[in-house]
């Protein structure tokens, strides 16, 4: 039995190109591959959230952390099409919301007025 090398290299080049994959979210990104990427993720640290605005994919879930040492939240502006409260977050602690629409989302701190950001849903 005699092996086409230069078909089998065809095969493997093609068979590799199929599992690339982007980002379902903006600014970078997990390590692709094959199967679902990374969650997108706010920080919550020097009573910001970083990133905002943040840009994702419809169907997507956030994640927000704490790493301050004060409690946070992260709670849709009212009159928002989507809703979401994560209660209070502790450091170390973490809330998400499934976005299922389009659309620009504007979110807060129950405790702290001055902590606004945005999420972008593509």
């Known amino acids: 039995m005699r092996w086409q090398l230069p078909g089998l290299a065809v095969a493997v080049v093609l068979l590799a190109s199929c599992g690339s994959s982007t980002s379902p979210y903006g600014g970078g990104g997990g390590g692709g ?5 990374a969650t997108p993720s706010v920080s919550i640290q020097n009573f910001a959230f970083h990133p905002t605005p943040d840009t994702v994919s419809v169907n997507t879930t956030v994640t927000w952390t704490n790493q301050d040492g004060a409690a946070h939240t ?3 502006d009212g009159g928002s099409a989507e809703t979401w409260d994560t209660g209070q977050l502790a450091n170390g602690a973490s809330g998400s919301h ?7 989302f504007a979110y807060h701190c129950t405790n702290h007025a001055n902590m606004h950001g945005t999420i972008v849903v593509k």
């Open 33 to 37: 591959g094959g199967g679902g990427g």
């Open 74 to 76: 992260a709670t849709s």
């Open 98 to 104: 499934h976005f299922t629409m389009t659309g620009t």
